[in-house]
């Protein structure tokens, strides 16, 4: 059973689309973190949040976390081809330092 | 470049062979974390190592070991390897349980 649960698992959608990944438990966590992993390379930090409720922008991107902090999502706003690649969310309970990953939503934006 | 350096890029190698990965961590930080990405199961906590002891264990096999040395790099022991084994292998460090740099990973193939 995974810890964390991504939907949607693939996503293909045209330049100038917007689009919501989701990242979702049953488990609480201290804090949510995202990634985005290009191929050949190793997950990159986007984002880590760490209050239920919290919303976090990066320019076209906005991450919310849940007010029970079991869950996460991602919106992006007229994604670009550059936007492509896997999504990742990861959480850590408790007193833990290691991160639990969810299997990702592999993104592919089209020109 | 995240500052985390993994040799080999790629490795081959057969059924019941032993191989050793190396993690060299970003300058400064102390800890060393070994994930094992799969397409069906996604990235998963192997291993982490905190100044030369070890933290914290997550789904490692009994065929798997792993070490922190005292210049703080790190190498996961891949012994008796299955086909199953082949996976892409991630190190990450971080100063201690903060935000986490991935290395672009050791991509192992068992024929």
């Known amino acids: 059973t995974q810890l964390l649960e991504q939907s949607p698992q693939f996503l293909s959608i045209q330049e100038g689309e917007n689009l919501t990944v989701y990242c979702n438990s049953s488990?609480?966590?201290?804090?949510l973190q995202w990634y985005r992993q290009e191929p050949g390379e190793g997950p990159v930090l986007l984002v880590t949040?760490?209050?239920?409720?919290e919303v976090k922008k990066l320019k076209r991107l906005t991450f919310q976390f849940g007010d029970a902090r079991k869950d996460s999502s991602l919106h992006i706003t007229a994604a670009q081809p550059g936007d492509t690649g896997l999504y990742l969310c990861?959480?850590?309970?408790?007193?833990?330092?290691?991160?639990?990953f969810g299997k990702g939503t592999k993104l592919t934006v089209n020109p | 470049d995240s500052g985390v350096t993994q040799t080999p890029k790629h490795l081959i190698t057969a059924t019941g062979q032993r191989v050793t990965l190396r993690c060299s961590p970003r300058?400064?930080?102390?800890?060393v974390y070994w994930y094992q990405q799969s397409l069906d199961q996604g990235l998963q906590f192997l291993i982490q190592?905190?100044?030369?002891?070890?933290?914290a264990k997550g789904n490692i096999l009994e065929r798997f070991s792993a070490q922190q040395f005292p210049d703080l790099h790190s190498e996961l022991n891949l012994s008796s390897l299955e086909l199953g084994d082949s996976a892409l292998y991630f190190c990450?460090?971080?100063?201690?349980?903060?935000?986490?740099?991935f290395g672009s990973g050791t991509r192992l193939t068992v024929v």
């Open positions: 990450a460090s971080s100063v201690r349980g903060g935000r986490a740099y």
């Open positions: 488990s609480v966590f201290s804090s």
């Open positions: 949040v760490v209050t239920g409720g």
């Open positions: 990861a959480g850590v309970q408790g007193g833990s330092e290691k991160l639990v």
């Open positions: 300058s400064g930080d102390l800890s």
């Open positions: 190592y905190y100044n030369g002891e070890e933290r």
